[in-house]
T-cell receptor, first 114, second 111 residues
């Protein structure tokens, strides 16, 4: 199994530009989670999907952030326009959607907005 | 509500033991423990379920007190490889696997 795949691994962009992060969950998993990690705020859940449907997006910071899951094998997190305070490591994780199931994290995307 | 972990940081010599605690103000269905090494993704260690038994893996074990809504992670005879940040994640009963993570405990093991 290839595990959770994220791309790109590193992204450097200028303030105001659009950024799109991509995630391929583990095959057969029906829940997908987007997290943001910073030193100040720790590991924050932004949004999660179950069976491709967004269940809870209360962690999305503001309207500049949007996420989609068009099918079971692909999800995107978009930031438009990006700001320096969006600089963080963004993780995608997947699980089989039960409270007793472990989450498998992707390697993360390190985003730097200058 | 984010669970609270204590201590925030621990420094050990190889072979020493450590306990990391995780407390929640909400009723819990499960507690998950993850370890993250610098520059890497969090890696799953173990899950404790409501009504379940204490879990163990090699020299790392954990307990879950449902009444107190607390969990503890026990690291015995620590090894250099145990160094990292430990996170507890808590889940309610019907959350499709959603976890709320604590702020993390930084564990450093010296030779």
């Amino acid at each position: 199994d290839a595990g959770v795949i994220q791309s790109p691994r590193h992204e450097v962009t200028e303030m105001g530009q659009e950024v799109t992060l991509r995630c391929k969950p583990i095959s057969g998993h029906n829940s997908l989670f987007w997290y943001r990690q910073t030193m100040m705020r720790g590991l924050e859940l932004l949004i999660y999907f179950n069976n491709n449907v967004p269940i809870d997006d209360s962690g999305m910071p503001e309207d500049r952030f949007s996420a989609k899951m068009p099918n079971a094998s692909f999800s995107t997190l978009k930031i438009q326009p990006s700001e320096p305070r969006d600089s963080a490591v963004y993780f995608c994780a997947s699980s089989n959607g039960q409270g007793w199931s472990e989450q498998y994290f992707g390697p993360g995307t390190r985003l730097t907005v200058t | 509500q984010q669970p609270v972990q204590s201590p925030q940081a621990v420094i050990l010599r190889e072979g020493e033991d450590a306990v990391i605690n995780c407390s929640s103000s909400k009723a819990l269905y499960s507690v998950h423990w993850y370890r993250q090494k610098h520059g890497e993704a969090p890696v799953f260690l173990m899950i404790l379920l409501k009504g379940g038994e204490q879990k163990g893996h090699d020299k790392i074990s954990a307990s879950f007190n449902e009444k107190k809504q607390q969990s503890s992670l026990y690291l015995t005879a620590s090894q250099l490889s145990y160094s990292g940040t430990y996170f507890c994640g808590t889940a309610g009963g019907t959350s499709y696997g959603k976890l709320t993570f604590g702020q993390g405990t930084i564990l450093t093991v010296h030779p």
